[in-house]
Protein backbone atom coordinates (compact mmCIF):
# COMPACT_ATOMS: atom_id res chain seq x y z
CA UNK A 1 0.00 0.00 0.00
CA UNK A 2 1.15 3.53 -0.77
CA UNK A 3 1.27 4.19 2.75
CA UNK A 4 3.27 2.07 4.10
CA UNK A 5 5.33 2.40 1.35
CA UNK A 6 6.56 6.00 2.74
CA UNK A 7 6.25 5.00 5.94
CA UNK A 8 9.49 2.24 4.90
CA UNK A 9 13.12 3.81 4.80
CA UNK A 10 16.25 2.07 3.10
CA UNK A 11 18.75 1.08 5.57
CA UNK A 12 22.57 0.51 4.85
CA UNK A 13 22.91 -2.62 6.82
CA UNK A 14 25.71 -4.21 4.86
CA UNK A 15 28.44 -1.93 4.26
CA UNK A 16 30.47 -2.68 1.35
CA UNK A 17 33.41 -4.01 3.50
CA UNK A 18 31.39 -6.49 5.01
CA UNK A 19 29.54 -7.92 1.70
CA UNK A 20 33.27 -8.43 0.06
CA UNK A 21 34.40 -10.09 3.34
CA UNK A 22 31.49 -12.48 3.11
CA UNK A 23 31.65 -13.10 -0.35
CA UNK A 24 35.38 -13.73 -0.54
CA UNK A 25 35.06 -15.90 2.41
CA UNK A 26 32.83 -18.32 0.69
CA UNK A 27 34.75 -18.21 -2.34
CA UNK A 28 38.09 -19.26 -0.70
CA UNK A 29 35.90 -21.62 1.52
CA UNK A 30 35.13 -23.40 -1.97
CA UNK A 31 38.93 -23.71 -3.24
CA UNK A 32 40.08 -24.72 0.12
CA UNK A 33 37.50 -27.73 0.31
CA UNK A 34 38.43 -28.55 -3.71
CA UNK A 35 42.13 -28.27 -3.38
CA UNK A 36 41.47 -30.24 0.13
CA UNK A 37 39.94 -33.09 -2.00
CA UNK A 38 42.84 -33.38 -4.98
CA UNK A 39 45.87 -33.07 -2.45
CA UNK A 40 48.88 -33.68 -3.19
CA UNK A 41 50.37 -31.20 -6.38
CA UNK A 42 47.07 -28.72 -4.56
CA UNK A 43 47.91 -28.15 -1.27
CA UNK A 44 50.33 -24.65 -2.03
CA UNK A 45 46.85 -23.40 -2.84
CA UNK A 46 44.86 -24.93 0.10
CA UNK A 47 47.98 -23.00 2.15
CA UNK A 48 47.22 -20.28 -0.02
CA UNK A 49 43.14 -20.26 0.05
CA UNK A 50 44.09 -20.87 4.14
CA UNK A 51 46.02 -17.57 4.20
CA UNK A 52 43.16 -15.70 2.58
CA UNK A 53 40.68 -17.09 4.81
CA UNK A 54 43.03 -16.03 8.12
CA UNK A 55 43.52 -12.41 6.57
CA UNK A 56 39.74 -12.62 5.99
CA UNK A 57 39.09 -13.65 9.39
CA UNK A 58 41.59 -11.26 11.64
CA UNK A 59 40.16 -7.95 8.97
CA UNK A 60 36.26 -9.39 10.46
CA UNK A 61 37.23 -9.25 13.79
CA UNK A 62 38.69 -5.68 13.75
CA UNK A 63 35.64 -4.31 11.51
CA UNK A 64 33.75 -5.43 14.30
CA UNK A 65 34.95 -3.07 16.36
CA UNK A 66 35.48 -0.13 13.76
CA UNK A 67 32.88 -1.10 10.86
CA UNK A 68 29.45 0.32 10.07
CA UNK A 69 26.95 -0.03 12.95
CA UNK A 70 25.03 -3.18 11.81
CA UNK A 71 28.55 -5.11 11.09
CA UNK A 72 29.81 -4.00 14.83
CA UNK A 73 30.04 -6.88 17.38
CA UNK A 74 28.03 -4.55 19.82
CA UNK A 75 25.31 -4.94 17.45
CA UNK A 76 24.93 -8.53 17.68
CA UNK A 77 26.32 -9.79 20.79
CA UNK A 78 22.78 -10.09 23.07
CA UNK A 79 22.10 -11.21 26.70
CA UNK A 80 21.21 -15.02 27.15
CA UNK A 81 17.94 -13.42 28.59
CA UNK A 82 17.54 -11.38 25.14
CA UNK A 83 17.98 -14.83 23.14
CA UNK A 84 15.19 -16.50 25.07
CA UNK A 85 12.72 -13.87 24.84
CA UNK A 86 13.44 -13.83 21.18
CA UNK A 87 13.31 -17.93 21.00
CA UNK A 88 9.66 -17.47 23.15
CA UNK A 89 8.17 -14.85 19.93
CA UNK A 90 9.58 -12.00 21.79
CA UNK A 91 12.17 -10.25 20.07
CA UNK A 92 12.27 -6.83 19.70
CA UNK A 93 11.04 -5.35 15.97
CA UNK A 94 15.03 -3.93 15.34
CA UNK A 95 16.51 -7.90 15.73
CA UNK A 96 15.44 -8.14 11.85
CA UNK A 97 17.45 -5.29 10.72
CA UNK A 98 21.19 -6.85 11.18
CA UNK A 99 21.57 -10.19 12.77
CA UNK A 100 19.05 -11.58 14.91
CA UNK A 101 19.73 -13.00 18.29
CA UNK A 102 19.39 -16.64 17.54
CA UNK A 103 21.37 -16.02 13.55
CA UNK A 104 23.79 -13.71 16.12
CA UNK A 105 24.86 -17.62 17.66
CA UNK A 106 25.65 -18.89 13.96
CA UNK A 107 28.21 -16.20 12.82
CA UNK A 108 29.82 -16.36 16.00
CA UNK A 109 30.04 -19.92 15.60
CA UNK A 110 31.47 -19.79 12.03
CA UNK A 111 33.91 -16.98 12.91
CA UNK A 112 34.68 -19.42 16.05
CA UNK A 113 35.15 -22.36 13.92
CA UNK A 114 36.79 -21.32 11.22
CA UNK A 115 39.60 -19.05 13.28
CA UNK A 116 40.17 -22.90 14.63
CA UNK A 117 40.06 -24.80 11.03
CA UNK A 118 43.03 -22.05 9.94
CA UNK A 119 44.63 -22.87 13.54
CA UNK A 120 45.10 -26.23 13.44
CA UNK A 121 46.20 -26.00 9.86
CA UNK A 122 48.88 -24.08 10.01
CA UNK A 123 50.02 -27.08 12.75
CA UNK A 124 49.02 -30.08 10.25
CA UNK A 125 51.16 -32.05 8.92
CA UNK A 126 50.68 -35.18 6.50
CA UNK A 127 53.61 -36.73 6.88
CA UNK A 128 53.49 -37.18 2.79
CA UNK A 129 54.46 -33.63 1.20
CA UNK A 130 52.26 -31.14 3.37
CA UNK A 131 53.03 -29.24 6.08
CA UNK A 132 51.81 -26.47 7.92
CA UNK A 133 53.87 -23.62 8.71
CA UNK A 134 53.97 -23.34 12.20
CA UNK A 135 54.49 -27.38 12.50
CA UNK A 136 58.28 -27.16 12.90
CA UNK A 137 57.69 -24.65 15.96
CA UNK A 138 54.82 -26.49 18.16
CA UNK A 139 55.60 -30.29 19.96
CA UNK A 140 55.12 -33.30 18.03
CA UNK A 141 51.92 -34.28 19.99
CA UNK A 142 50.06 -31.00 19.20
CA UNK A 143 50.92 -31.39 15.10
CA UNK A 144 48.86 -34.95 15.70
CA UNK A 145 46.09 -33.26 17.83
CA UNK A 146 45.76 -29.93 15.17
CA UNK A 147 46.05 -32.81 11.96
CA UNK A 148 43.11 -35.27 13.16
CA UNK A 149 41.06 -32.06 14.59
CA UNK A 150 41.67 -30.31 10.92
CA UNK A 151 40.61 -33.20 8.54
CA UNK A 152 38.68 -34.92 10.22
CA UNK A 153 36.71 -33.20 13.07
CA UNK A 154 36.66 -29.20 12.31
CA UNK A 155 35.59 -30.00 8.40
CA UNK A 156 32.40 -31.96 9.53
CA UNK A 157 31.44 -29.21 12.39
CA UNK A 158 32.28 -26.61 9.42
CA UNK A 159 29.72 -28.41 6.90
CA UNK A 160 27.33 -28.62 9.69
CA UNK A 161 27.21 -25.25 10.40
CA UNK A 162 27.11 -24.26 7.03
CA UNK A 163 24.73 -26.60 6.09
CA UNK A 164 22.67 -24.56 8.48
CA UNK A 165 23.54 -21.19 7.77
CA UNK A 166 22.61 -21.79 4.01
CA UNK A 167 19.46 -23.94 5.28
CA UNK A 168 18.26 -20.52 7.60
CA UNK A 169 18.31 -18.61 4.82
CA UNK A 170 16.65 -20.68 2.62
CA UNK A 171 14.21 -21.38 5.31
CA UNK A 172 13.60 -17.25 5.61
CA UNK A 173 13.04 -17.31 1.62
CA UNK A 174 10.33 -20.11 1.64
CA UNK A 175 8.39 -19.91 4.52
CA UNK A 176 9.09 -16.60 5.68
CA UNK A 177 9.34 -14.80 2.28
CA UNK A 178 12.23 -12.72 3.15
CA UNK A 179 15.06 -13.02 1.50
CA UNK A 180 18.21 -12.38 3.03
CA UNK A 181 20.58 -12.92 0.02
CA UNK A 182 19.86 -9.48 -1.75
CA UNK A 183 21.32 -7.58 1.38
CA UNK A 184 24.37 -8.89 1.81
CA UNK A 185 24.74 -8.63 -2.31
CA UNK A 186 23.62 -4.70 -2.39
CA UNK A 187 23.68 -3.80 1.22
CA UNK A 188 20.11 -2.14 1.77
CA UNK A 189 17.03 -3.36 3.65
CA UNK A 190 13.79 -1.73 3.64
CA UNK A 191 12.32 -0.88 7.13
CA UNK A 192 9.37 1.10 8.95
CA UNK A 193 11.72 1.18 11.56
CA UNK A 194 14.23 4.54 12.11
CA UNK A 195 16.99 2.76 12.87
CA UNK A 196 20.63 4.29 12.25
CA UNK A 197 22.44 3.33 8.74
CA UNK A 198 25.79 1.07 8.65
CA UNK A 199 28.72 4.00 7.68
CA UNK A 200 29.35 3.13 4.05
CA UNK A 201 31.31 6.26 2.66
CA UNK A 202 34.85 6.23 0.21
CA UNK A 203 36.51 6.97 3.63
CA UNK A 204 34.93 4.18 5.36
CA UNK A 205 36.06 2.00 2.96
CA UNK A 206 39.52 3.18 2.18
CA UNK A 207 39.85 2.36 6.16
CA UNK A 208 38.44 -1.40 5.30
CA UNK A 209 41.00 -1.50 2.45
CA UNK A 210 44.38 -0.33 4.32
CA UNK A 211 43.08 -2.51 7.88
CA UNK A 212 42.45 -5.86 5.28
CA UNK A 213 45.78 -4.80 4.08
CA UNK A 214 47.46 -4.96 7.31
CA UNK A 215 46.13 -7.72 8.16
CA UNK A 216 47.62 -9.54 4.72
CA UNK A 217 50.82 -8.16 6.50
CA UNK A 218 50.45 -9.58 9.80
CA UNK A 219 49.38 -13.12 8.13
CA UNK A 220 52.51 -12.68 5.74
CA UNK A 221 55.01 -12.74 8.94
CA UNK A 222 53.12 -15.27 10.65
CA UNK A 223 54.04 -18.03 8.00
CA UNK A 224 57.01 -16.77 7.53
CA UNK A 225 57.74 -18.00 11.13
CA UNK A 226 59.31 -20.92 10.42
C1 LIG B 1 39.04 -22.61 6.87
C2 LIG B 1 40.15 -23.02 6.33
C3 LIG B 1 40.44 -24.46 5.95
C4 LIG B 1 39.60 -25.49 5.61
C5 LIG B 1 38.09 -25.47 5.51
C6 LIG B 1 40.42 -26.65 5.36
C7 LIG B 1 39.95 -27.91 5.00
C8 LIG B 1 40.71 -29.04 4.93
C9 LIG B 1 40.20 -30.36 4.73
C10 LIG B 1 38.72 -30.70 4.53
C11 LIG B 1 41.24 -31.23 4.74
C12 LIG B 1 41.17 -32.74 4.70
C13 LIG B 1 41.55 -33.35 3.43
C14 LIG B 1 41.37 -34.85 3.57
O1 LIG B 1 40.23 -35.29 3.71
O2 LIG B 1 42.39 -35.53 3.62
C15 LIG B 1 42.44 -30.46 4.92
C16 LIG B 1 43.71 -30.97 4.98
C17 LIG B 1 44.85 -30.24 5.24
N1 LIG B 1 44.90 -28.88 5.40
FE1 LIG B 1 43.33 -27.58 5.46
N2 LIG B 1 41.76 -26.32 5.54
C18 LIG B 1 41.80 -24.98 5.90
C19 LIG B 1 42.92 -24.23 6.15
C20 LIG B 1 44.21 -24.73 6.14
C21 LIG B 1 45.40 -23.96 6.41
C22 LIG B 1 45.45 -22.46 6.74
C23 LIG B 1 46.45 -24.82 6.32
C24 LIG B 1 47.93 -24.56 6.50
C25 LIG B 1 48.52 -23.48 6.20
C26 LIG B 1 45.93 -26.13 6.01
C27 LIG B 1 46.70 -27.27 5.87
C28 LIG B 1 46.22 -28.53 5.66
C29 LIG B 1 47.05 -29.72 5.64
C30 LIG B 1 48.56 -29.80 5.88
C31 LIG B 1 46.18 -30.79 5.38
C32 LIG B 1 46.56 -32.27 5.27
C33 LIG B 1 46.22 -32.99 6.55
C34 LIG B 1 46.12 -34.48 6.33
O3 LIG B 1 45.50 -34.89 5.35
O4 LIG B 1 46.66 -35.23 7.14
N3 LIG B 1 44.56 -26.04 5.90
N4 LIG B 1 42.09 -29.12 5.04
C1 LIG C 1 31.33 -21.06 2.64
C2 LIG C 1 30.13 -20.75 2.91
C3 LIG C 1 29.69 -19.60 3.80
C4 LIG C 1 30.25 -19.07 4.92
C5 LIG C 1 31.54 -19.49 5.62
C6 LIG C 1 29.40 -17.99 5.36
C7 LIG C 1 29.64 -17.21 6.48
C8 LIG C 1 28.87 -16.14 6.89
C9 LIG C 1 29.18 -15.23 7.95
C10 LIG C 1 30.44 -15.31 8.82
C11 LIG C 1 28.18 -14.35 8.04
C12 LIG C 1 28.13 -13.15 8.97
C13 LIG C 1 28.44 -11.91 8.17
C14 LIG C 1 29.10 -10.85 8.98
O1 LIG C 1 28.46 -10.17 9.80
O2 LIG C 1 30.31 -10.69 8.80
C15 LIG C 1 27.21 -14.67 7.03
C16 LIG C 1 26.03 -13.98 6.80
C17 LIG C 1 25.22 -14.24 5.74
N1 LIG C 1 25.40 -15.19 4.75
FE1 LIG C 1 26.85 -16.53 4.64
N2 LIG C 1 28.35 -17.88 4.51
C18 LIG C 1 28.50 -18.85 3.54
C19 LIG C 1 27.69 -19.10 2.46
C20 LIG C 1 26.58 -18.36 2.18
C21 LIG C 1 25.74 -18.57 1.02
C22 LIG C 1 25.97 -19.65 -0.05
C23 LIG C 1 24.74 -17.66 1.10
C24 LIG C 1 23.59 -17.43 0.16
C25 LIG C 1 22.79 -18.36 -0.21
C26 LIG C 1 24.96 -16.86 2.29
C27 LIG C 1 24.18 -15.82 2.70
C28 LIG C 1 24.37 -15.08 3.84
C29 LIG C 1 23.45 -14.05 4.28
C30 LIG C 1 22.18 -13.64 3.59
C31 LIG C 1 23.97 -13.53 5.48
C32 LIG C 1 23.34 -12.45 6.35
C33 LIG C 1 22.47 -13.17 7.34
C34 LIG C 1 21.65 -12.20 8.16
O3 LIG C 1 20.86 -11.47 7.56
O4 LIG C 1 21.80 -12.19 9.40
N3 LIG C 1 26.09 -17.32 2.92
N4 LIG C 1 27.66 -15.77 6.33
New binding site residues.
Given amino acids: MEGEELMSNTVRV?DLP?RV??WA??AA??GLVTTAQIGGEAMPWHFRFGYTVLSLLLF?VVWGLVGGHW?RFASFIYAPRTILAYLKGRGNPEHAV???PL?SLS?FA??GM?LLQVGSGLCSDDEIAAAGPLVTLVPGAWVSLATHYHADIGKLILLGL?VL??GT?LFYRFKKGED??K??VHGDKETALTVPSSRDDAKSRLLAAALFLGCVLLVACLVQAR
Fill in positions: WTFHLVLARSGHNGVMLLLHVILVPM
